[in-house]
């Protein structure tokens, strides 16, 4: 069975650092790009990074660009999320995903357009 298992969420106060694991099981992890949604207090679902299958190449939310680092370890089948320079707006139940249907990540998130979802981890930021 496919599963994913985020770790490392998760309080902390604004402007400092956590780091998300997510452990992948069940299906070829090195042949699927990777994902990172969260879900904040009362509002959607927010499409956060991918990341390309050789881990070479990364995106960002604008909300989370030069804060936020995707990175994976194939040989572990983990994705990880290092989360730098914290803001309360942050707060969030974070999601790893695993493959997408369409080019859009967030077309995809509207659409649940990813083939797998983990169970989340909270991170919550005070200021």
């Known amino acids: 069975q496919v599963q994913l298992r985020e770790s490392g969420g998760g309080s902390v106060q604004a402007g400092g650092s956590v780091r998300l694991s997510c452990a992948a099981s069940?299906?070829?992890?090195?042949?699927?790009?990777m994902y990172w949604v969260r879900q904040a207090p009362g509002k959607g679902l927010e499409w956060v990074s991918s990341i390309n299958t050789g881990g070479t190449t990364t995106y960002y939310a604008d909300s989370v660009k030069g804060r936020f680092t995707v990175s994976r370890n194939n040989t572990k089948n983990t994705l990880h999320l290092q989360m730098n320079s914290l803001k309360p707006e942050d707060t969030a139940m974070y999601y790893c995903?695993?493959?997408?249907?369409?080019?859009?990540?967030?077309?995809?998130?509207?659409?649940?357009?990813?083939?797998?979802w983990g169970q989340g981890t909270q991170v919550t930021v005070s200021s």
């Open positions: 069940g299906f070829t992890f090195s042949s699927y790009w």
């Open positions: 995903a695993a493959g997408c249907r369409y080019g859009s990540a967030q077309y995809a998130l509207r659409q649940n357009g990813y083939y797998y």
